[in-house]
């Protein structure tokens, strides 16, 4: 599975952005979907994901509210909205995919390992 990120830019505080992720060489349906971020100096964190385990979106708490993962299952993208952005939310945004399905003790999907990445697409807030 290769995953291209897109959609990047250079945003005003307060201002709305929607960042795509396009996959090919399988179907994203049936994979466990995350958005990571990583910040000049810090660790990658999760900020959302779409879990195949029990289909339910998950958000980091900064994020609730504020940003939106959804797919397109018949483009095989899938897209992060994000709204009332911050300066904080600068940072390098990559997908993740990966189709492990895990029963019993499953790890949550904003922390686990993930089999694809793409290559990240830059998300500045600035004035």
């Known amino acids: 599975v290769q995953l291209v990120e897109s959609g990047g830019d250079l945003v005003q505080p307060g201002g709305s952005l929607r960042i795509s992720c396009a996959a090919s060489?399988?179907?994203?349906?049936?994979?466990?979907i995350g958005w990571f971020r990583q910040a000049p100096g810090k660790e990658r964190e999760g900020v959302a994901c779409?879990?195949?385990?029990?289909?339910?979106?998950y958000y980091e708490d900064s994020v609730k509210g504020r940003f939106t993962l959804s797919r397109d299952n018949a483009k095989n993208m899938v897209f992060l909205q994000m709204s009332s952005l911050e300066s904080e939310d600068t940072a390098v945004y990559s997908c993740?995919?990966?189709?492990?399905?895990?029963?019993?003790?499953?790890?949550?999907?904003?922390?686990?390992?993930?089999?694809?990445w793409g290559q990240g697409t830059q998300v500045t807030v600035s004035s």
């Open positions: 993740a995919a990966d189709d492990r399905f895990y029963i019993g003790q499953i790890p949550p999907c904003l922390q686990r390992d993930y089999k694809y």
């Open positions: 779409f879990m195949r385990e029990d289909r339910s979106t």
């Open positions: 060489g399988e179907s994203l349906e049936d994979y466990t």
